[in-house]
């Protein structure tokens, strides 16, 4: 990294998919921030965690996700991520299939850029009866 440059991350969503397509355009289906589930444990299953770095064209970084419990116990990460700032930023896709959910409560989804955290986006499992 520059001496003179900041690396910032200026969006950072969870989805049910991401994707760049052939005129590197973002394409995002689905932000959200609750998962309704009817028990525990609770499978979700897939979403995706989409993130845009700017930056120094050139910087090279790694980033890691990281999913935290509402006990704070550590549920995944991501292996790390290695990426360059390109021109004019780096947009980066973490997918997650077949998650399992223990309990109900806030998650947290845990952004770390070269091993410090970054950002924190709420993640709630949320307790929906079904009518029988």
């Not at 969006?11 to 309704?36: H, K, L, M, P, W």
């Not at 991501?78 to 947009?91: C, K, L, S, V, Y």
Request: charged share 20%.
């Amino acid at each position: 990294m520059s001496a003179n440059s900041e690396t910032i991350l200026t969006c950072a969503v969870v989805c049910e998919a991401a994707t760049i397509d052939q005129q590197n355009r973002a394409v995002i289906y689905g932000i959200f921030s609750q998962i309704q589930a009817a028990a525990v444990p609770a499978t979700h299953p897939q979403f995706a965690v989409f993130c845009i770095w700017e930056g120094e064209p050139g910087d090279k970084h790694n980033q890691v996700i990281k999913i935290v419990g509402p006990k704070g116990e550590t549920i995944t990460e991501t292996p790390t991520m290695n990426f360059e700032i390109g021109r004019p930023q780096a947009r980066l896709i973490s997918q997650f299939n077949l998650m399992r959910f223990n309990d109900f409560g806030v998650y947290k989804v845990k952004i770390l850029l070269d091993g410090k955290l970054i950002r924190e986006i709420p993640l709630e499992v949320v307790n929906v009866k079904r009518e029988s």
